[in-house]
């Protein structure tokens, strides 16, 4: 930590290593730390309708101040901006400012612009210089991180795009204040899942210190800090998919079926969320294989409890479709091979694992006895 209160991490992808600066005002840093890791260089803001309300007016004045001139290209707000069409208004606004290749697009959002910025970036002029601003809990722990971009099709979610690692990522912890807090507490499941997945110790600490992530100062830059180190991490051994990053989905093949069951409608279920039912699921499934400990599992209810998030099947509101149909989304997410499954399972806290043979009645006996209906 710096004596402004800026952590710093290093992302390591040898020639395309970046930093990640994670700290309070680092908006009205954003100009002069763009221009000395790319001097001269032009910029597209690319930012959602929300986002914009509340933070364009400070970047432009940043960029402004340190000589980067700038567009903004505002879109709107949601999931469906993930689209073709949009990806085609950042694209055609990029080329309209007459930006090359070694100019720079921002994307100033949560990750539904950092998805679609960065695909766009990875594009245009066959890629052009990246820089993320994530303005979201989520976006600043997970999406801005890791090289992941894209759109949805109607086939599914994320299934166009390209690999694209940032120049550098700016999280500033103070424009979470401006965040739904609903969506904070969403964006906080996947914080909790970095503990989980092999860091107890930071597990144990945000057992102690979440009121402090969530009200703001050091221990949210901490936590955010350390989070983007958990999954730098994961990257660095495994950049493209192959091994290891999949550990990164624990939570997620039930929550991916929890939000595919409640038809994406976010009034019911947004992603946190169905993490956070996700995660504890897994460790009640693992608990019930004898792979861990019950009390680990209701150590892991108990923290996304007292956070406010929901962590049981009966948690979301409206009817679910019965325990069949679930398998059968979740059969859907991964591919079954022989009636088996993989998952993220668990010895306990701290310690998941892939487990690559997952019997397919096990799973569904054990979402019949979860079952709320
Ligand atoms: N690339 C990856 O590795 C990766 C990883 C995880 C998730 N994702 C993607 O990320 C997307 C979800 O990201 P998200 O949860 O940030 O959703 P989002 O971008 O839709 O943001 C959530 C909402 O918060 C608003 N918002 C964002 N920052 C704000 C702020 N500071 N103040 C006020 N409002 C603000 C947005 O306008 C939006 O309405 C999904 O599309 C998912 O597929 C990508
Ligand atoms: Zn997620």
Redesign the pocket.
Known sequence: MTNSGVVKVEVGLGDRAYDILIGAGLIARAGAEIAARLPGVRAAIVT????A???LDALTASLDTAGVASTAIVMP???K??SFAHLQDVVDGVLAARLERRDAVIAL???????LT?FAAGIVRRGMNFVQI??????QV?????????I?SSHG??LVGVFHQPKLVLADTD??????AR?FR??YA?VAKYGLIDRPDFFAWLEKHWQEVFSGGPARTQAIAESCRAKADVVARDEFETGDRALLNLGHTFGHALEAATNYDGARL???EGVAIGMALAHRFSARMNLASPDDAARVEAHLEAVGLPWRMADIPGELPDAERLLGYIAQDKKVSRGALTFILTRGVGRSFIARDVPASEVLAFLKENHPG
């Open positions: 959602d309708e929300n986002v309300a509340a933070h707000a949601g999931e901006t993930k959002g949560g990750g539904v612009i950092g998805d960065g994530p303005t979201s809990l989520l976006a997970d999406s801005s991180v890791g090289g992941k971009t894209g949805n979610k994320n424009v979470l204040d401006t965040l739904p969506e969403a964006g996947e947004v992603h946190g």
